[in-house]
């Protein structure tokens, strides 16, 4: 029963099925029954990624334009799969918004806009959205879950836990550039909602590319290259190069002469969010799938007492890395 005024559940759910188009491809049936339903392909494993975006800690309105939260909050699920190797086969979204969203034009333009921008990068990206959840939020600010759906050859997902002894690391594209745009954007918020951005171009923080093409590659390496581990850096090289060894029982060594930078070495190590991938193995070429890669260091053996990730400085120095990247609290 609702006895207030506000724009019911019902007219939205209706109009983001308008909108996410008819089910097709692996997605046998989408949005309007109790679930979704999938169809891998033969002798392939499905692979589940999940990530909120959340008002004021992953996206602020006054500082990210609806269209770029909506685009990052698919974009955060898609660098999951890519890091597995996956291809993707369904995104579900689920949003609580808080009462009275829908009621004047600023709030309805903006849910539009998110929308959109989830939409035309999972159109750009070759998945649908197959359903999703949609609730009154207890407080004042949004908050959106998104699940992704992949599918991988049987056996062949890469995983955080394959570096070897020896390997090399590399990185795709630059690292760092998402979080100068975030200083950017932080120091003068209007800059971006007042220009209205268009063109997905040139935003490494607003509208990242998640390297969907690289991780499928990766695991279809034929020939001589031989890929073992890989992770999508969003927390920050430091942090996330050390989940990698963690969960590899190694440790690594990188250069950071060889870091291929977008912003700050400080930028790059630490800032997160860049949405590169990271991996580990040999005879890797210096670009995949039309992106550039760069080895920035190698695996070693990890030895007790040690610290796991070890940087050597432009000076020559070799410190200690500690995971200064983004971590949650609490
Ligand atoms: N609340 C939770 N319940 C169960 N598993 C969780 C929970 N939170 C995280 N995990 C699991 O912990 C592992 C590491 O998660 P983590 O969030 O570090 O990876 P990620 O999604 O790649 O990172 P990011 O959140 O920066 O995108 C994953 O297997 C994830 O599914
Ligand atoms: C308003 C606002 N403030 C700060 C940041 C920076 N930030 C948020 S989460 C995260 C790491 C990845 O998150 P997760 O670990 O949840 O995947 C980073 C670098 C932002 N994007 N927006
Ligand atoms: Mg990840």
Request: charged share 25%; net charge positive.
């Amino acid at each position: 029963m609702n006895k207030q005024h506000h724009q019911g559940e019902r007219k939205f759910i209706q109009s983001v099925r308008t909108r996410a188009g008819r089910a097709g491809g692996p997605l046998r049936v989408g949005i309007g029954d109790d679930a979704a339903v999938l169809r891998p392909k033969g002798k392939s494993e499905i692979v589940v990624t999940t990530d909120f975006s959340l008002e004021n800690t992953h996206f602020r309105r006054d500082w990210h334009p609806a269209k770029a939260a909506g685009h990052r909050c698919l974009a955060r699920g898609l660098s999951d799969l890519a890091a597995m190797g996956a291809r993707p086969m369904g995104v579900f979204l689920s949003l609580a918004l808080p009462v009275g969203t829908m009621d004047k034009a600023p709030g309805r333009k903006w849910v539009d806009n998110f929308l959109e921008g989830v939409l035309e990068l999972a159109k750009a990206s070759g998945v649908k959205l197959g359903g999703g959840d949609t609730a009154t939020a207890p407080g004042k600010e949004i908050l959106a879950d998104i699940v992704l759906l992949g599918s991988v050859p049987r056996g062949k997902a890469l995983l955080r836990s394959g570096a070897k002894v020896g390997d090399g690391i590399y990185v795709t594209g630059t690292l760092g550039a998402a979080a100068v745009e975030l200083e950017v954007l932080s120091d003068d918020p209007k800059k971006f909602t007042r220009a209205k951005v268009t063109d997905k171009d040139g935003h490494p923080h607003l509208f990242p590319k998640p390297r969907l093409n690289v991780g499928r590659a990766l695991i279809r390496r034929a020939g001589t290259s031989k890929i073992n581990s890989a992770i999508d850096l969003s927390d920050g090289l430091s942090t996330d190069l050390a989940h990698l060894c963690a969960e590899s029982g190694v440790a690594a060594i990188i250069d950071a002469k060889l870091i291929p930078l977008g912003g700050t070495l400080l930028h790059a190590l630490h800032g997160g969010e860049d949405y590169e991938l990271l991996f580990t193995g040999k005879k890797v070429p210096k670009q995949i799938a039309g992106v550039k890669v760069t080895r920035i260091g190698k695996i070693q053996k990890a030895k007790k007492n040690q610290p796991p990730v070890v940087i050597r400085m432009p000076d020559g120095s070799e410190t200690p890395l500690l995971a200064r990247g983004w971590e949650h609290q609490i």
